[in-house]
């Protein structure tokens, strides 16, 4: 069993629904991350947490580090979100190391 | 505004042949790092450097060797390319203050026959 797992692997929408992905991990953790993979191919940080929720735009981010779980929001979707989305974890005792899920693609469709 | 920047971005060699592919950074990052990402498969990290002149092997380093030229380069070589290592792989840098996130190179594109 992978130590971070994504859910859904893929997910399609209609311009301006609400889309939730999950990230739920097996080892203690200092920090997640959620990452967007651009169909370039290109990786952009969306976000680090270590509690809470944070918020940037449409985007949000939550993480519950008693129940091992965080999730990423999107509202009012839009066909230029479609990419995948990429959940990693800092293990306590990796350093900075980090260690990725298997991504969710998104697609948005008008 | 250059970021991280990997040379090539695309490849095609022949099972056997030597490569090197060539990362730099220009944000005076200290941590340096090599991953591969495959069809169902999260990334992986091949190598990474946390300082300039230390070097260490990742989850997936067989096959491959490393270079932390200076602060600003770390070079992923390939001796003897195996089908195997047909993958995309990124490099990437990190400040070295915690919290801060790695940025990402836009990837460069391996087939080995």
């Known amino acids: 069993k992978n130590e971070v797992e994504q859910s859904p692997q893929n997910l399609t929408a209609q311009e301006g629904e609400f889309i939730t992905i999950n990230c739920s991990y097996s080892v203690g953790i200092s920090a997640l991350h959620w990452l967007q993979q651009h169909p370039g191919g290109g990786i952009v940080s969306l976000f680090m947490?270590?509690?809470g929720k944070k918020k940037h735009g449409r985007l949000i981010a939550t993480i519950n580090i008693q129940e091992k779980h965080s999730s990423l929001h999107i509202t009012a979707s839009h066909p230029r979100d479609s990419a995948v989305y990429i959940c990693?974890?800092?293990?306590?005792?990796?350093?900075?190391?980090?260690?990725f899920g298997e991504g969710t693609q998104l697609t948005v469709n008008p | 505004n250059a970021g991280v920047t990997q040379t090539p971005k695309f490849q095609v060699l022949k099972t056997g042949q030597s490569m090197t592919l060539q990362c730099a950074q220009d944000m005076n990052h200290n941590s340096m790092y090599w991953y591969r990402q495959d069809p169902g498969m999260g990334l992986r990290l091949i190598y990474y450097s946390a300082s300039e002149g230390t070097t260490d092997k990742g989850e997936v380093p067989n096959g491959y060797n490393v270079s932390r030229l200076n602060k600003r380069e770390f070079s992923l070589r390939l001796e003897s390319a195996a089908p195997s290592q047909t993958s995309v792989y990124f490099c990437?840098?990190?400040?070295?203050?915690?919290?801060?996130?790695?940025?990402f190179g836009d990837g460069t594109r391996l087939s080995i026959l």
């Open positions: 990437a840098s990190r400040g070295g203050l915690f919290g801060q996130p790695q940025h």
């Open positions: 990693a974890v800092i293990r306590e005792t990796s350093g900075s190391r980090l260690t």
């Open positions: 947490l270590s509690s």
